[in-house]
Every structure is written in structure tokens, then in C-alpha cells.
């Protein structure tokens, strides 16, 4: 098999081994690039920056032996642009690395040269937000990807890169991984340090691996986790080596399925392969029951209003001053307002004007505290839970992937289809959406399995029993 | 809560941005429609529950004051738009 095509664990064997150099994985990564970019668009600037950077000579060093690391467009990397697919921040070149981008490095990592497609500041779902135009899903091409680190998930599920970094504030690592058929993991809040991350919605980012199966997940979670002094919300909690949580067997453990995500608006299939995939996990000795989120339908309502506003705060610092896009102006408010009402796109402006009106004089208490208040209650409820279950699984997105330009004048019908996912950020707890099962159409859906805050360890666990039992994520696009 | 015309307008000068005709149009019932979505949170009574502005159970994060490296200022100027000496430019504010 090409060496693209393979799994991160399995390439760390061979390069070990000898039986293949990072070379050859790139030339086969860059050949496959070649022959599927043009129809798939997760890299949106192939063709210029960052050769020089491969044809350096790498060796076999350190745990991740050379390896390329794909990397979502708002995470810093140094010598490349990273310009969250914004014309807002075109031509930034950051002057750091962000941490995980070190840690890989230390790790013996490369990073792969071209970065990836992603919603403009990641506001979206589908990565049709970004100023490069849409990537399109390598099931189908007719289809989003999911976003909003949708050039991530779309390179790993076609064999454009062996793993992936993404970012995910309401689902962004989660949906797009649903959506193309791949393992997509957010850490716990806290686990994984966000300095050098460019800040959507501080108190609910985080980045996280997207990957071709279970195993790649825990070893790229361990080797991007840990205590960073760099970033205050880091958690100083040792890191567990992952890869010990793989093979496990899954008896007696306890097991949620929340009756309020099995509503109205779930799409029939995805609903058939998750209650298969539930099948599925009893059938190898867990004890499935029914668990009650009450709370849940108010998640995405709260995440508008607290991810807006801070939005609202963070992207503040656009300004024409200091990095990326200046209007032409006369004045210092005109270079400001030009600046930002040229340099944003659209998603971003309305999000920016409702986190700015959820903050504004006269509504803070109304909206934005109000928000905070349910944001607890919402946390209340998956702590109530995690007292009688190890862990909850539910359907990663109410639907598969959508057609590219269904949803993209209706913000509120593309809000919705992070409603299974947004609850996890705002309580900050962990989860991960592996492949379980297929629609008539042939479009991957996805199962989600959550767990306590720091207990990445159990997702894996039952994330690894129901993949060593299925064959869902051997399943490649024909491209 | 309704939200018309001349509010999102104020609210993008807040957020200074200058939306064009048909953006504010469009912008504005976008934005109604959403608020209509998110005002079902009024319905909750929330007395009871504190407000969670993160979800870590930290508070007053302090580390020593102590000298780093930092960025040289041509590393920090390097992304400038307009630069002179070490100094970012902008327009003329005072004339």
C-alpha cells in the first residue's frame, strides 16, 4: 500500500524499521495531493510557501520519527503563514511556534508545509467561511467536509496527510471528523495548551487531533498535552501515556445514550447507525442505559451568545496595526472600520455584531450573563450523569454531511447541526467522534463518546474496543 | 427582544466596522431570527445557578515577575503594515 494511505503507527513501525524514510512518505503524500487536491481543496495554498522546508533532510529522531504533522490554518507555525483563511490576516507570517507546534517538533515531528483549510476564525461548519473558497468532502465532492477544520479532516480521510491538528470550540474537530468519516478527538479544556492558537472563543477552544484511527488519536493527544506556563487555563495534571487505554475490554462499563439527543431532527440513518453502534458496545459487555441531559436543547442558544461574545472581544485586535490587511484610509476610525469591514467575511462580521450586542450597555444581563448561568446548569447536568455512567455516547451531528451551498444563507439551520456537539465545550469535558456506519448515499456517520473532564483514557478505552470490532475506519473515499 | 436597523448600526460602530446598505438589511433580520432562537432562554429560571465564565475550577493565576526572552522589535514589527524605525504607523491622529 502507498505510504499516504497508511495509519501514523503504522509508518512509525516501517520508519523504525527502515522499511521507509520520511521521503518516501512525502513523495507519496505530495503525489496524492496532486492527483485529488484540485477536487478536495484542503490545502488552499499548494503551490507556494514551505517547499524548501521539506526538502530539508530529516531523519528518524525522537518518538514521531520525522513524521508530518497537517496543521489547521489558526495554529502558529514559524516560517509559515497562518492566516485562519482570513483576508483579514493575509500574509502573517507568526513569529513563535504555538506550543503544540513545539511540542511536535520536540517530539521529532515535522510539520507538514502547507496548512489547512478552515471556516475564516473557524465560525462555521462546513468550511465554505474561508476567504480560499470551500473544500469539498472526499466521499463527495458535492458535499461540506463539516468545518470548521474541515481542510483537516478532508486531508486525513483522503490520504492527503497521515494525521492532522484542528481546533474545536463547538464541535469543530468532532462534526468535520463525523462528516468524513475519520477519528476526531477535543481534549478535555485545559489538557492541551492553546498558546499560539489563534483565540475564537477562549473559555471553549481547544485543539485536538484528527485521525485515521483510535491509536493515532491517543498517541497525538499525548504527545500535544500537558501544562504549558504560556497558558493560564493549561492544567498542570500529569499526562497518561494513552496508548495503555487501547485494547482494554469494555465489561461492566456504564454507558449513557441521552434521551433528548434521540428527538425531532435527527436524521433516520445517523439514528439507525448509532443504535447499531449502542448495539454494538452492549454486545462486547457494557451496560447501556437511558440518561437525561435536561438542559440540552439550550446548549446551542448559550454557545451563540457566549462564543459571539467572546469572539466579539478576541478578534478585537484586527485592527490594521499590527499584522495582516490595512485599508487604505485617511484617518485612524476610517483605517480601523475599513480594515475590518473589508478584511472579515461575512460569518465573521455576524458574529462579531452579536457577541458585541450580547455585551453592549443595556443587554449584558439579558443575554450574556443569563448564558453563563445556563452554561452552569448544562455542566450541572453532564456532572449529575458522570454519578451513574463512565461515559455517554450520542450521535456526533443530527445528520451527515450536507450538500456544499445547502445552509450557507440560513446561519440558524447551520448553527443547528452542532447541537450534539456544542454541550461538551461548555461544560469542558472530552469527547471523540469515530466512524459507525455509512448513509444509502455512502457519507460516513459518526459516534460520539464523552467522558468525565482528564478522562480521555475511558474515551479511548471504549473508542478502541468498538473500532477492533468493526471495520467502519478502514473505509477509504474512491477519489 | 427585537433588534432593528439602527441598533445593529450603532452596535457595528461599537465593533468598528461599516456595514453597506444591503449588509445591515440582510444582517439585521439574520439577526432577529437568532435572537428570536436564543431568547428560549428566558424561559429558564436561573436564580440558583452561578455563572460559569470558564469551567476550571482556577482563579488568580500569578506567576513571578521575572525577566524572559521576549521578541526583538523586528520580530515584532516583521508582520507590519506600515513601519517606521521600531514604531508601527497609522494615520494622522492629531493635526
Not at chain 1, 457566549?306 to 469572539?311: F, M, Q, R, S
Not at chain 2, 488568580?60 to 524605525?85: I, M
Request: hydrophobic share 40%; with cysteine; charged share 25%.
Amino acid at each position: 500500500m502507498e505510504a499516504n494511505r497508511l495509519t501514523a503507527h503504522e509508518l512509525l513501525g516501517a520508519l523504525k524499521e527502515k522499511r521507509l524514510s520520511p521521503k518516501d512518505i512525502d513523495e507519496a503524500i505530495y503525489a496524492r495531493i496532486g492527483k485529488i487536491d484540485s477536487k478536495v481543496r484542503a490545502y488552499p495554498r499548494t503551490g507556494n510557501s514551505g517547499k524548501e522546508a521539506d526538502e530539508k533532510a530529516v531523519g528518524c529522531a525522537g518518538p514521531l520519527c520525522g513524521l508530518p504533522v497537517t496543521v489547521k490554518d489558526n495554529i502558529c507555525t514559524t516560517g509559515l503563514a497562518t492566516e485562519c483563511c482570513s483576508r483579514i490576516l493575509s500574509g502573517f507570517y507568526p513569529p513563535y511556534d504555538a506550543t503544540v507546534i513545539a511540542k511536535l517538533k520536540s517530539a521529532g515531528a515535522r510539520i507538514f508545509p502547507w496548512k489547512a483549510n478552515m471556516d475564516e476564525f473557524a465560525f462555521g461548519s462546513s468550511t465554505e467561511n474561508s476567504c480560499f473558497g470551500p473544500t469539498c468532502n472526499p466521499w463527495n465532492t458535492a458535499f461540506v467536509p463539516g468545518g470548521s477544520s474541515g481542510g483537516s479532516a478532508a486531508a486525513v480521510a483522503g490520504d492527503e496527510a497521515i494525521w492532522a491538528l484542528g481546533s474545536d470550540t463547538g464541535g469543530s474537530i468532532r462534526q468535520p471528523a463525523s462528516f468524513c468519516g475519520v477519528v476526531g478527538l477535543k481534549p478535555t479544556y485545559g489538557r492541551v495548551s492553546r498558546f499560539g492558537l489563534v483565540a475564537f472563543a477562549s473559555s471553549l477552544d481547544q485543539i485536538g487531533p484528527i485521525t485515521k484511527d483510535v491509536e493515532d488519536s491517543a498517541i497525538l493527544t499525548g504527545a500535544i498535552s500537558g501544562y504549558d506556563p504560556n497558558d493560564s487555563t493549561s492544567v498542570d495534571y500529569p499526562v497518561p501515556d494513552y496508548t495503555k487505554s487501547l485494547g482494554m475490554d469494555i465489561k461492566g462499563l456504564r454507558i449513557g445514550m441521552p434521551k433528548e439527543y434521540f428527538v425531532e431532527g435527527l436524521d433516520e440513518q445517523v439514528k439507525l447507525s448509532v443504535k447499531e453502534a449502542a448495539g454494538k458496545l452492549e454486545s462486547l459487555g457494557a451496560c447501556l442505559k437511558e440518561v437525561s441531559l435536561p438542559h440540552a436543547q439550550y446548549a446551542v442558544p448559550v454557545y451563540y451568545i457566549i462564543a459571539t461574545a467572546e469572539a466579539s472581544s478576541n478578534l478585537a485586535r484586527f485592527d490594521g496595526v499590527k499584522y495582516g490587511y490595512r485599508a487604505p484610509s485617511e484617518s485612524l476610525m476610517d483605517m480601523y472600520k475599513k480594515t475590518r469591514s473589508k478584511g472579515f467575511g461575512e460569518e465573521a462580521k455576524r458574529r462579531i455584531i452579536l457577541g458585541t450586542f450580547a455585551l453592549s450597555h443595556g443587554y449584558y444581563d439579558a443575554y450574556y450573563l443569563r448564558a453563563l448561568k445556563v452554561r452552569t446548569l448544562i455542566k450541572k447536568d453532564f456532572d449529575t450523569a458522570f454519578g451513574d455512567f463512565d461515559c455517554i455516547i450520542a450521535p456526533t451531528s443530527p445528520t451527515p454531511a450536507f450538500r456544499i451551498g445547502e445552509k450557507a444563507s440560513d446561519p440558524l439551520k447551520m448553527y443547528l447541526s452542532d447541537i450534539y456537539t456544542i454541550s461538551v465545550n461548555l461544560a469542558g469535558i472530552p469527547a471523540i467522534s469515530i466512524p459507525c456506519g455509512f448513509t444509502r448515499e455512502g457519507l460516513p456517520v459518526g459516534l460520539q463518546v464523552m467522558a468525565k473532564p482528564f478522562n480521555e483514557e475511558m474515551i479511548f478505552r471504549v473508542a478502541h474496543a468498538f473500532e477492533r470490532n468493526t471495520e467502519w475506519h478502514k473505509a477509504r473515499p474512491q477519489l | 427582544m427585537s433588534i432593528d436597523k439602527e441598533t445593529v448600526q450603532h452596535v457595528a460602530h461599537l465593533a468598528r466596522m461599516e456595514l453597506e446598505s444591503g449588509e445591515l438589511e440582510k444582517l439585521s433580520s439574520q439577526l432577529q431570527e437568532i435572537l428570536v432562537f436564543i431568547d428560549k432562554l428566558s424561559l429558564l429560571d436561573v436564580k440558583e445557578a452561578e455563572p460559569a465564565s470558564h469551567i476550571l475550577p482556577l482563579s488568580n493565576v500569578l506567576r513571578e515577575d521575572s525577566p524572559k526572552e521576549c521578541l526583538t522589535p523586528e520580530e515584532a514589527l516583521r508582520n507590519a503594515p506600515a513601519k517606521d524605525g521600531n514604531f508601527f504607523t497609522v494615520p494622522k491622529i492629531i493635526e
